[in-house]
């Protein structure tokens, strides 16, 4: 990035990050507050779902009478807030893409917003992949080669040890995953029944990945939703980037509008990458990709995110010969020697 993408970038994610913090306070007013009559006096009430669930606060009163004139004065002065926010982040999007710093496909970007505002990404999903490599590029402030980065799916991790939770948003439930795909894209549907894969009509796929049980023996939870929602594809080792410490920064969408995005540790890809170039049953043009993006990324560490340097300590998530190969490749390559 030169100075003056960098100042667009950092000026967007300021942006991004008071329009999350709105987005949260204004998620509080969610609901209703109003007076319910039962047995001939008034009671003021709080629902909080179109249902009409929620709880009584008590008999009208002086003090329940400023409860709730100070929630819908608290509630008009969030949306207003809010709306203003989308406002700036409209305009500051023509200012991104003007200063070309707009890479992300915006249906990653549009997945990734939905995704945090139903409190799920960095709690029980995570993106890895080959689109994991904009949140690398964007924190060392440098564009990676596009080949690197071009993809037709993304991989989102699931965690399942949390409970996966479904918030429901404007008064609506989601019944999976897949409900919320569809507000990215009404065209998404599962690629076929009980699929971990869902695609839209351009053919973009969203993979849900989780890693293997322990034992062959175990039988783990594959949904999160109804019996109608994606069930996740389990792939061997994926409980390395699961336990990896997680690593969130703000992408832009090539539309202009920014969302955070979580994915592992840069060193974790790095070495799950090159671990996967070596496994012999994977395809070998796939292995050469997971290779060129490891080197990628470490490049990356090495030149812009010196912080994250390898070390053992920070990465017993993976078994120790795991690292020492991967250390070995690396000092095999053209980096320099002790990296």
Same mark, same amino acid.
């Given at each position: 990035m030169n100075d003056d993408q960098r100042r667009v970038y950092i000026d967007t994610a300021q942006l991004h990050e008071a329009y999350v913090d709105a987005f949260a306070k204004r998620r509080a007013y969610r609901g209703g507050m109003h007076w319910k009559k039962a047995k001939g006096k008034e009671y003021l009430f709080r629902s909080l779902d179109r249902y009409g669930y929620g709880k009584s606060l008590g008999v009208r009163s002086v003090e329940t009478e400023a409860v709730h004139e100070k929630f819908h004065s608290n509630k008009k002065e969030a949306l207003a807030r809010l709306k203003n926010l989308k406002e700036k982040l409209k305009e500051q999007a023509r200012f991104c893409k003007a200063a070309r710093i707009a890479r992300v496909p915006r249906i990653v970007t549009s997945i990734l917003r939905l995704l945090e505002q139903h409190q799920l990404l960095g709690r029980n999903l995570q993106i890895v992949g080959t689109n994991a490599l904009y949140a690398y590029e964007a924190r060392a402030g440098i564009f990676l080669e596009r080949g690197l980065l071009a993809?037709?799916?993304?991989?989102?991790?699931? /965690?399942?040890?949390?409970?996966?939770?479904?918030?429901?948003? /404007?008064?609506?439930? *989601?019944?999976?995953?897949? /409900?919320?795909?569809?507000?990215?894209? %009404?065209?998404?549907?599962?690629? %076929?029944?009980?699929?971990?894969?869902? +695609? *839209?009509?351009?053919?973009?796929? +969203? /993979?849900? &990945?989780?890693?293997?049980?322990?034992?062959?023996?175990?039988?783990? %939870?594959?949904?999160?939703? *109804?019996?109608?929602?994606?069930?996740?594809?389990? &792939?061997?080792n994926l409980q390395w980037l699961v336990a990896a410490p997680k690593f969130d920064q703000i992408v832009i969408g090539d539309d202009g509008f920014p969302a955070t995005m979580v994915v592992p540790d840069p060193r974790a890809f790095a070495i799950h990458k090159l671990w996967l170039s070596d496994q012999?049953?994977?395809?070998? +043009?796939?292995k050469k990709r997971d290779r060129s993006q490891a080197m990628a990324v470490c490049k990356l560490i090495l030149q812009y995110m010196p912080e994250f340097k390898i070390r053992k300590e920070e990465l017993r998530m993976f078994p120790e010969d795991i690292i020492a190969d991967a250390l070995k490749q690396l000092n095999d390559s053209d980096l320099p020697p002790g990296y």
């Open positions: 993809t037709q799916d993304m991989d989102l991790l699931w /965690d399942i040890r949390p409970r996966l939770r479904l918030f429901a948003m /404007d008064d609506v439930d *989601n019944k999976g995953l897949i /409900d919320i795909l569809k507000k990215a894209d %009404r065209s998404f549907d599962l690629l %076929r029944k009980k699929s971990f894969s869902a +695609v *839209n009509q351009k053919g973009y796929m +969203v /993979d849900l &990945i989780k890693p293997e049980p322990k034992s062959v023996f175990e039988t783990e %939870r594959r949904q999160g939703g *109804n019996g109608d929602d994606l069930m996740a594809g389990e &792939i061997k012999t049953d994977r395809d070998a +043009v796939k």
